[in-house]
């Protein structure tokens, strides 16, 4: 496709968490925007959002929804993304997919533009938008791997229940009121929609997201090892994770341990490396209580570090603290971003 003076562009899952804050930054794209298509389930069918001024009316998504759309941005749950991604790359879209439907395959380019933006020039008509909590991981590995080299990540989360859904911020706000109140809480949704057991998120710590994979870890730590030795293009990288859902609303937090290969570094070569990066700001200073909090990160776009320090055993270790927005640097402003890349490098 050439390059065009406006873009027709279509969100799939208009309804949801993460696709109303994808409006919200559109609003301020760089992409020149011919129309706007909002798509959700025939539920939401017939609902307006105002945009610019302007009301637009929610279409159910069906294949023929993608006629004449150049960018489809899908945040509508993996099922939705393998019934309707194909159709709309039928139809002549690009799509960048939020879920975990594609991130793995290897015709996919899988993307967080700070890291690895050159890989959207190779996509065949979808490029996947990594897991949350893997793109502020990356986002903050990506410089310190560039200048020292890195050979061993373990990570530990501390993850926002918006993570998982509308639903899931709904039922924490539910249990928390009842937990105050001296009633019983009813869990339904978190862990996992769908699951075996339920457990109440208020007031507690939930050491499971995502279903349980045969090698005991979860499909979200699995998500966050394999989509990071991807991202980086290092399968060599040793990497380990362990969730955790927490009870509070926006951006996810964590704990970061990183050995990288040069000898002899001090926290100020680590800090003074972050400080440059593109899309990161360091907010450390133990002497005046300066680090980042999923409260402060909440609708910033870029990922927050703290807490650096040297590990006190190992010469090669450090460890981060890494927060940010769950719903913008981890889903809506990476997607948006990955398509303002495909506009401005004409690789659609
Ligand atoms: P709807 O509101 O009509 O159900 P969240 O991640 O916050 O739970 O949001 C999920 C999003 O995915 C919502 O916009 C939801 O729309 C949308 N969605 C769910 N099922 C479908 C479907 N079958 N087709 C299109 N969109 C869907």
Redesign the pocket.
């Known amino acids: 496709m050439g390059k065009k003076s406006a873009y027709r562009v279509a969100v799939?899952?208009?309804?949801?968490?993460?696709?109303e804050r994808i409006i919200d930054l559109l609003h301020h794209t760089k992409i020149p925007l011919g129309s706007l298509k909002l798509?959700?389930?025939?539920?939401?069918?017939g609902k307006t959002v105002t945009f610019k001024g302007k009301e637009i009316k929610?279409e159910?998504?069906t294949p023929e929804s993608f006629e004449g759309v150049d960018i489809a941005l899908f945040?509508?749950?993996g099922?939705?993304s393998k019934k309707?991604a194909p159709e709309a790359v039928k139809r002549g879209s690009v799509v960048i997919d939020n879920t975990s439907a594609f991130r793995m395959d290897e015709q996919v380019p899988l993307v967080v533009p700070e890291v690895n933006a050159e890989d959207i020039k190779a996509h065949q008509g979808i490029i996947a938008n990594p897991n949350c909590s893997t793109i502020q991981m990356v986002a903050a590995l990506k410089p310190i791997q560039d200048a020292f080299g890195i050979s061993r990540v373990i990570v530990s989360t501390y993850q926002a229940v918006s993570g998982s859904?509308?639903?899931a911020s709904v039922e924490l706000e539910k249990q928390a009121k009842d937990y105050l109140a001296g009633k019983e809480m009813e869990a339904s949704i978190l862990p996992v929609k769908g699951d075996k057991r339920h457990y109440p998120i208020a007031f507690n710590a939930l050491p499971q997201i995502d279903v349980f994979e045969k090698n005991g870890y979860t499909f979200e730590e699995m998500k966050m090892i394999n989509e990071t030795k991807k991202i980086m293009h290092m399968p060599q990288l040793k990497v380990s994770a362990t969730c955790v859902r927490l009870p509070f609303f926006r951006s996810h937090a964590e704990s970061v341990y990183v050995e990288v290969n040069e000898q002899g570094l001090t926290v100020a070569d680590v800090r003074k490396i972050l400080e440059n990066a593109p899309g990161i700001i360091v907010q450390d200073n133990p002497s005046q209580q300066e680090y980042p909090t999923p409260l402060t990160a909440e609708g910033h776009k870029e990922v927050f570090v703290g807490r650096i320090r040297k590990d006190p055993d190992d010469e090669r270790g450090f460890h981060l603290w890494v927060v940010s927005d769950n719903l913008l640097k981890g889903a809506a402003w990476n997607t948006v971003e990955i398509a303002e890349q495909l506009v401005a490098n004409n690789s659609l």
Request: aromatic content about 0%.
């Open positions: 799939v899952g208009a309804t949801g968490a993460v696709g798509l959700a389930s025939s539920r939401s069918a929610i159910e998504a945040s509508a749950g099922s939705v309707l859904g509308t639903s």
